[in-house]
Nanobody
Framework: VQLQACGGGLVQAGGSLRLSCVLS????????MGWFRQAPGKEREFVGK????????AYGDSVKGRFTISRDNAKNTVYLQMNSLNPEDTAVYYC???????????????????WGQGTQVTVSS
């Protein structure tokens, strides 16, 4: 399994960005997809996750109401729409995948077996 994330960049506070992550090498629809982020000097933080069929999403408290995860199984792609960005959202964003997750899991780094390379998001004030 390979994950390729893209879409990061520099944006002003209050702006929006959409990240994408493409999974290749396996059947995308079998994988729960997650997004995490890591700011300099901080631990990796759960951003959100989406179920295999998009019927369930969950978000970390710091992004709830501002970020939205979606997926297109026909395109093997998961998206992270980020709105109302603020400087505290500056981080490297990682997508993650796992085919064994159940509904009650997927909140921790260790829940995921596959990771993308990360894409930098910088929010200026």
């Amino acid at each position: 399994v390979q994950l390729q994330a893209c879409g990061g960049g520099l944006v002003q506070a209050g702006g929006s960005l959409r990240l994408s992550c493409v999974l290749s090498g396996r059947t995308f629809s079998r994988y729960v997809m997650g997004w995490f982020r890591q700011a300099p000097g901080k631990e990796r933080e759960f951003v959100g996750k989406i179920s295999r069929t998009s019927d369930s999403t969950a978000y970390g408290d710091s992004v709830k109401g501002r970020f939205t995860i979606s997926r297109d199984n026909a395109k093997n792609t998961v998206y992270l729409q980020m709105n109302s960005l603020n400087p505290e959202d500056t981080a490297v964003y990682y997508c993650a995948a796992d085919s064994q997750l159940i509904a009650s899991s997927g909140w921790r780094e260790s829940d995921y077996g596959y990771w993308g390379q990360g894409t930098q998001v910088t929010v200026s004030s």
